[in-house]
């Protein structure tokens, strides 16, 4: 049974940082592709950042520079490092996992506040 828990977020204050975290079981972690998905109250879910199982990263633009995505196949777990937060980022942020099929965490909620 695939399973992904996101733990990390809170209520954070503008500039400030939050880092993310999402366990996995239940896949092949070393060569799974990861992402992290944010959907904000009335909008669509989007992608924030992949990283592939050799560890390349991409971003969207709109939190390039601010915000990283890492991997330890170790501990089967991805993150998502967010640092100078803007009140747009509050979002539910999901983690995201393409194992044969895509696998979805059950979100955890991001609120940056002014």
């Known amino acids: 049974q695939v399973q992904l828990v996101e733990s990390g977020g809170g209520v954070v204050q503008a500039g400030g940082s939050l880092k993310l975290s999402c366990a996995t079981s239940?896949?092949?972690?070393?060569?799974?592709?990861m992402a992290w998905y944010r959907q904000a109250p009335g909008k669509q879910r989007e992608l924030v950042a992949t990283?592939?199982?050799?560890?390349?990263?991409n971003y969207a633009d709109f939190v390039k520079g601010r915000f990283s995505i890492s991997r330890d196949n170790t501990k089967k777990t991805v993150y998502l490092q967010m640092n100078s937060l803007k009140r747009e980022d509050t979002a539910v942020y999901y983690c995201?996992?393409?194992?044969?099929?895509?696998?979805w965490g059950k979100g955890t909620q991001v609120t940056v506040s002014s």
């Open positions: 995201w996992a393409s194992f044969g099929m895509d696998y």
């Open positions: 990283i592939t199982s050799g560890g390349f990263a």
């Open positions: 239940g896949i092949i972690f070393s060569i799974t592709t």
